[in-house]
Nanobody
Framework: QVQLVESGGGLVQPGGSLRLSCAAS????????MGWFRQTPGKEREFVAG???????NYGDSVKGRFTISRDDAKNIYYLQMNSLKTEDTAVYYC?????????????????WGQGTQVTVSS
């Protein structure tokens, strides 16, 4: 049974940084892409970042140059480093496991999701 558990969310001031972690279990994650999405009330889930099993990465336009996704397959932990945070980055952030070794920026290429962690950027 695949389980994804996010941690690291919280309250941060604009311009600050946070690192989200996703602890994964129940599959051979080194074979799959992993991703991060975010969602705010009343809006669709938005692609933030993805990483293939060969560590190719892609980012949503709004976070390029500020966020970095990485993976540690030895520990089954996946990270999202978020720098230069803005108030508009406030959302619930979800970790997701890819259906395949590759991914696109659509949620349909991911098949398991964590419960989410709240990130609030506010002064």
């Amino acid at each position: 049974q695949v389980q994804l558990v996010e941690s690291g969310g919280g309250l941060v001031q604009p311009g600050g940084s946070l690192r989200l972690s996703c602890a994964a279990s129940g599959a051979t994650f080194s074979a799959f892409a992993m991703g991060w999405f975010r969602q705010t009330p009343g809006k669709e889930r938005e692609f933030v970042a993805g990483i293939s099993n060969s560590k190719n990465t892609n980012y949503g336009d709004s976070v390029k140059g500020r966020f970095t996704i990485s993976r540690d397959d030895a520990k089954n932990i996946y990270y999202l480093q978020m720098n230069s945070l803005k108030t508009e980055d406030t959302a619930v952030y979800y970790c997701a496991k890819g259906r395949w070794s590759w991914f696109t920026n659509t949620a349909s290429t991911f098949d398991h999701w964590g419960q989410g962690t709240q990130v609030t950027v506010s002064s």
